[in-house]
């Protein structure tokens, strides 16, 4: 009896997620892809801060009320129809956390979640793990776009404006909504709060994480239905076969709450966006935006004890942002970090220590101290670590600094390490100066493949007036990847002089995808590839004729051809 019992709630939970799945495949089905530059921009800049291989695709849907992450496996981001109305702002943080969930495979473990709550679903534990994975990964993402420069007081704005306008909220169970009611003051606080390290835990906390989560593994794999020898079960099973409600047992899941919890939490759901009149200047923006959320049925001294507490708590967070900024403001104005980071740049003898210093000093890049001590340990220090984190460290001056070019291209040219002359490369494009075209030029000879690409790549986002004659000798490199940098950089220089190179490479090309890359940068010419492209027409392969069609129509027919190349270096 009770193994039937065990299937049938099986069966109930396992229908309701696929249910889910195929609301989730018919929203995206009605869905219209957001192809307009004002999106593609920002989801190509959020990718690339992120590290993503490529963009999610991004959808506009009539029927969806929240924005929401899914796909196993081809991540797809939703949003409302009132996207189109969203500033530049909202639509990047949105974009920040939605594509969080995706670089952090959210919806993998999301969906595992699910599957153990379907089969063990008669174990509490299981549940409320669960829900603290859901809750943990949200603030996970919140994390993420904060430590990819988003302002907290803002980030709050634009998460708050979003779950207020939804009424009723009806994203499926499969999918990630950006935000949810009942989790959402948790969120606001851990948000607005300056002493919160938002950050990814480190080893050691990721190791006990990993053994407390075998740990759960084992305990409930242990767990097996088993008879009962009072008559509860009984009881259930009889109430279940005639539709009869049983009586109240408080060894539910944790996310199954009584009446009296519903109020509190509705009681807090006012309170969070209600603010004091006292309250700081930060949350100016955001409390117009309230909106009045459900009825509560709580009795209204529990009603003011909540809101009271909670008002209290936001109050203080909004304080603390404050007190937090205007310190930091004051600070800037004589900070003695740059000079104390360089010190122990040019003195420490722990390569280590150094190289946490070169990092650090990224932060600083603009400072005259920071950009002597990084340019001193590019040249000077003996550790090969510690000069390619200086390089990269240098990737985040603005291009003019002659000091910053010439110790890059010193050490591209130069250095004995192949990674330092790559990240050198990669700063040099980073930095977008003209004048490191001849370093870039004489490193597309470089016997290692991984710096000839990164100069090739480079050279495409410094975009020198003319192309140079090694870039165009390129084309005919052993390596596909190569050659495909190099098209991409000619695509971004658009000189009319490579023309014939490119149909010379075109015609001996038996790469279909590198030939697409080929018409690509042609077509980027404008008119005077017109020849090259001509012949093309009459080719058997569909996508080439496209391509050639898309080509010649001029404009940005041919699409967009963006190549981000991250370096990340969140720690030392």
């Not at 009611?181 to 190791?207: N, T, V, Y």
């Not at 990674?419 to 000879?445: C, Q, S």
Request: net charge neutral; hydrophobic share 45%.
């Amino acid at each position: 009896m009770l193994v039937i019992l065990w299937a049938g709630v099986v069966a109930i939970i396992t229908g309701s997620l696929g249910y889910s799945a195929l609301a989730v495949r018919r929203i995206i089905r009605a869905a219209r892809p957001l192809e307009t530059q004002d999106w593609l921009t920002p989801l190509w800049e959020v990718s690339d801060r992120l590290s993503l291989d490529e963009p999610p695709r991004l959808l506009r849907s009539e029927e969806a009320k929240m924005p929401f992450a899914c796909g196993l496996f081809q991540p797809t981001i939703v949003l409302p129809a009132e996207c189109d109305a969203w500033s530049p702002d909202r639509r990047r943080a949105v974009l920040l956390h939605e594509l969080a969930h995706v670089r952090r495979h959210d919806l993998v473990g999301h969906t595992l979640g699910r599957i153990a709550c379907a089969l063990y679903w008669f174990h509490p534990l299981v549940w409320t793990a669960a829900k603290q994975l859901r809750s943990e990964s949200e603030r996970a993402c919140d994390d993420l776009a904060l430590a990819c420069g988003a302002r907290a007081s803002d980030y709050a704005e634009h998460l708050l404006d979003i779950v207020t306008s939804v009424r009723r909220d009806t994203t499926p169970a499969v999918a990630l909504a950006m935000a949810r009611r009942k989790e959402f003051e948790g969120r606001m606080l851990a948000i607005l709060d300056p002493e919160l390290r938002h950050s990814s835990p480190g080893r050691r906390q990721s190791a006990a994480l990993i053994a407390s989560l075998a740990l759960i593994s084992i305990v409930v794999g242990a767990a097996a239905p088993a008879p009962r020898a009072d008559r509860g079960s009984e009881t259930i099973a009889t109430n279940i076969e005639l539709g009869t409600p049983s009586a109240p047992d408080h060894s539910l899941p944790a996310d199954v709450p009584d009446s009296k919890d519903d109020a509190m939490v509705e009681a807090k759901s006012d309170a969070a966006v209600a603010l004091k009149p006292g309250a700081p200047k930060v949350g100016a923006g955001i409390v117009p935006n309230v909106t009045q959320a459900t009825e509560t049925v709580a009795p209204e001294t529990n009603r003011e004890v909540a809101r009271t507490k909670l008002t209290d708590q936001v109050a203080a967070a909004f304080q603390r942002l404050n007190e937090s900024a205007s310190a930091r403001s004051a600070q800037g104005r004589a900070d003695d970090r740059p000079v104390l980071l360089a010190n122990v740049l040019r003195s420490d003898t722990s390569a280590s220590l150094r190289r946490i210093a070169a990092w650090g000093l990224s932060e600083f890049a603009e400072s005259p101290v920071a950009i002597t001590a990084l340019s001193s340990a590019l040249r000077r220090d003996a550790n090969a670590s510690v000069r390619e984190m200086a390089a990269w460290a240098m990737s985040n001056c603005e291009d003019g600094n002659s000091t910053v070019i010439e110790s890059l291209s010193a050490a591209l040219r130069g250095d004995s390490e192949p990674k330092v002359r790559g990240i050198a490369a990669w700063a040099l494009g980073h930095v977008g100066d003209r004048d490191a075209t001849a370093a870039l030029a004489a490193a597309l000879g470089d016997a290692d493949v991984s710096v000839r690409r990164r100069a090739a790549w480079a050279l495409g986002h410094v975009e020198p007036r003319e192309a140079p004659r090694p870039l165009v000798d390129m084309l005919k490199d052993r390596d596909p990847k190569a050659r495909e940098l190099a098209a991409w950089a000619l695509y971004q220089i658009e000189d009319r002089n490579t023309v014939a190179a490119l149909d010379a490479a075109l015609r001996i090309e038996t790469d279909k995808d590198l030939q697409l890359a080929y018409i690509r940068a042609l077509a980027a010419i404008g008119e005077h590839s017109v020849d090259a492209i001509r012949g093309l027409l009459d080719s058997r392969d569909q996508r080439i004729r496209t391509m050639a069609v898309r080509a010649l129509a001029g404009g940005n027919a041919a699409g967009p051809w963006p190549w981000p190349w991250p370096e990340p270096r969140p720690f030392p």
